[in-house]
């Protein structure tokens, strides 16, 4: 192999992790926003979610560190 695809086999897992915190926000927020909409309480339930997708996608990607420093 040569070094790009090294380089793109190690980064991977992070690419990975960062989509996913990515997603997370993402479909969260609009599941919050349109839950907003349908019960009239905006800003709350929006905020709510989109903490939710926040933990959740760095709680993926601290795991991911973690798992990387035991080996």
């Known amino acids: ?3 790009f695809q090294k380089l793109l086999q190690k980064a991977a897992p992070i690419m990975s992790a960062v989509q996913s915190l990515f997603f997370y ?6 599941i919050g926003y349109y839950g907003d909409r ?15 997708g926040l933990v959740f996608g760095f709680y993926q990607i ?5 798992f990387k420093n035991d080996d």
């Not at 926000?25 to 609009?30: A, G, K």
């Not at 601290?62 to 973690?66: P, Q």
């Open 1 to 3: 192999m040569n070094f």
């Open 38 to 52: 349908k019960f009239d309480t905006f800003p709350f339930l929006f905020m709510l979610c989109l903490l939710i």
């Open 62 to 66: 601290y795991t991911l560190v973690n």
């Open 25 to 30: 926000v993402i479909i969260l927020s609009i």
